[in-house]
T-cell receptor, first 111, second 113 residues
Framework: DQQVKQNSPSLSVQEGRISILNCDYT??????FLWYKKYPAEGPTFLIS?????DKNEDGRFTVFLNKSAKHLSLHIVPSQPGDSAVYFC??????????FGTGTRLTVIP | DSGVTQTPKHLITATGQRVTLRCSPR?????VYWYQQSLDQGLQFLIQ???????AKGNILERFSAQQFPDLHSELNLSSLELGDSALYFC????????????FGPGTRLTVL
């Protein structure tokens, strides 16, 4: 079974509104979490991360929230822009530096 | 378990050597992707195969090569290894050429001494 899950394969949002991408995990021993963004025909690029000891990390328009009790993290993009249209992967890292990826969510920002 | 298997899990070798990493995609998936995850570079896309044919190439060095076999498993060959090649190598698979959903394997940790 997947240790990191992104249950929504796709999401459409109007330009200027908030995009919320969700990720669930099963292993409570993950040390930190990452979000990657992927454009077509390119590899994923790192976006933002959060340590398991924090519940929020913000970088410009991107904020990641971590709810450890629910084993859930989310990426908020505010305001959403058409250039944000991409596939977003969440990933989780153990103390032994093992990395587990979700299956991705395609975000479409409609102008 | 994503259904994607990679072997070996760990590999320790010396500079100048050659290694082969193996990936078996999920049943039914025709597309295989290889990625390199290193501390300083993050996740780098190397190459994609679809049904035995190369479909997309990323930041793959000339010392590296890959192939996908008729049974759809894939191998990544790394030769003339350098210290900087030490990284986690991930394989992912998807159903078709451009499916966004990719299932990642557990990775192979390569250490070059």
């Amino acid at each position: 079974d997947q240790q990191v899950k992104q249950n929504s394969p796709s999401l459409s949002v109007q330009e200027g509104r908030i995009s919320i991408l969700n990720c669930d995990y099963t292993n409570s021993m993950f040390d930190y979490f990452l979000w990657y963004k992927k454009y077509p025909a390119e590899g994923p690029t790192f976006l933002i991360s959060i340590s398991s000891i924090k519940d929020k990390n913000e970088d410009g328009r991107f904020t990641v929230f971590l709810n450890k009790s629910a084993k859930h993290l989310s990426l908020h993009i505010v305001p959403s822009q058409p250039g944000d249209s991409a596939v977003y992967f969440c990933a989780a890292v153990t103390g032994a530096n093992n990395l587990f990826f979700g299956t991705g969510t395609r975000l479409t920002v409609i102008p | 378990d994503s259904g994607v298997t990679q072997t070996p899990k760990h590999l320790i070798t010396a500079t100048g050597q050659r290694v082969t990493l193996r990936c078996s995609p999920r049943s039914g998936d025709l597309s295989v992707y290889w990625y390199q995850q290193s501390l300083d570079q993050g996740l780098q896309f190397l190459i994609q195969y679809y049904n035995g044919e190369e479909r997309a190439k990323g930041n793959i060095l000339e010392r590296f090569s890959a192939q996908q076999f008729p049974d759809l498993h894939s191998e990544l060959n790394l030769s003339s290894l350098e210290l900087g090649d030490s990284a986690l190598y991930f394989c992912a698979s998807s159903v078709s050429i451009s499916t966004d959903t990719q299932y990642f394997g557990p990775g192979t940790r390569l250490t070059v001494l």
